[in-house]
């Protein structure tokens, strides 16, 4: 139980920082695609209009959040995670879509999407271990729930989203004072489980490729994206109207979407995208310094972590320093679920700013 008392402030009281940052970097995933009709070979205006309706309830998604006060979101976490385990466990049970099972089609009742819901799970787990770790007992039980998370996102198979939660979990758990061992027992038992599925042939033979892909320096989709990007320049090719050769990208509007805006708007445009994510990292981080709930510090350092982390693995791979792995950019990258996603962290961290009355 967090002991506080609450001033609910309702939408009157968000961040207004947070709030245009979140539309802002919508607006800059909209121009990308628009700037890249003629980049792009099948149906761009579908993928726009799609990608411009996915914010906007990406924007209502913000302020549902928003309305949920930590004291009932706090109350409600286990129960989150119960739901969240039971639909990675249903995802077993579903017609594999491109040889993965990690998305549920909802067509059949009317709605022409499908939902990803590891991209929702992250989010719960983050909530999970803050829970635990804030109220420093039952480590077990959090080393146990992250063990049972990573399990049911690896065997789908998406060994993407395993690393990145296997990342940030490691750096939650280093943050608390829970005992070493124990993290590292964790840590091993996983690492054990992951071979052993490996061989179990858990992971698929496009995944393999990619890895021999990568290690041999063969990869065609990290090749064409190193070229994509030097294509642009320093001020790229939407605002200088460059004539040059079309560099084809495969996925260039989901994993490699950094590098289809890296070549319309160049390296100065590059550089102004992650100077905007660093600043909102700063703010958050003041957030997490100035919040008195040990809960709070924890779920905003995860989430921040989560972001970063994201980010960072998403520009390593289209620079090809790593394997593919599928993780798209926040808010630039084409997805109903990773919009949705990360408008839910953008609210989670305006409801600590909200009821903390924090100026940032």
Known sequence: MINRKITILGPEGT??????QFMLFSVISWFTLFSSIESIEFETTNILSRQIVFSLIGLIVFFLTT??????????????????????????????????????????????????????????????????????????????????????????????TTMLLLIVTSFMFFMSDIKLRSAVLGLLAFFLLFFIFLEMSFIGDYQISRIIDFFSGDDFSQKQSRLSISSGGLFGTYFTNSQITEVFVPVQTTDFIFSLYSRNFGFLGGLFLLSLWILFFFRVNRIIKLTQIEFEKYLLSGLLILLGVQIFINLLTILGFIPLTGIPFPLLSLGGSSI????????????????NNIVV
């Open 67 to 160: 309305y949920l006060s930590i004291e009932n979101l706090y109350n409600l976490i286990y129960s989150f995670f119960i739901l969240s385990v039971s639909v990675l466990i249903g995802l077993l049970f579903t017609t594999p879509i491109l040889g993965v099972r990690r998305w549920y089609d909802l067509e059949p009742i009317g709605l022409p999407i499908f939902i990803q819901p590891s991209e929702f799970s992250k989010i719960i787990l983050v909530l999970f271990l803050a829970k635990i770790l804030s109220q420093k007992s039952y480590k077990l039980i959090a080393v146990l729930g992250v063990l049972i998370n990573l399990l049911l996102i690896f065997i789908q198979p998406d060994l993407g």
């Open 15 to 20: 961040n207004l920082y947070i709030l245009l």
């Open 340 to 355: 949705f996603s990360t408008a839910i962290i953008f609210g989670l961290i305006n409801r600590v700013f909200i009821e």
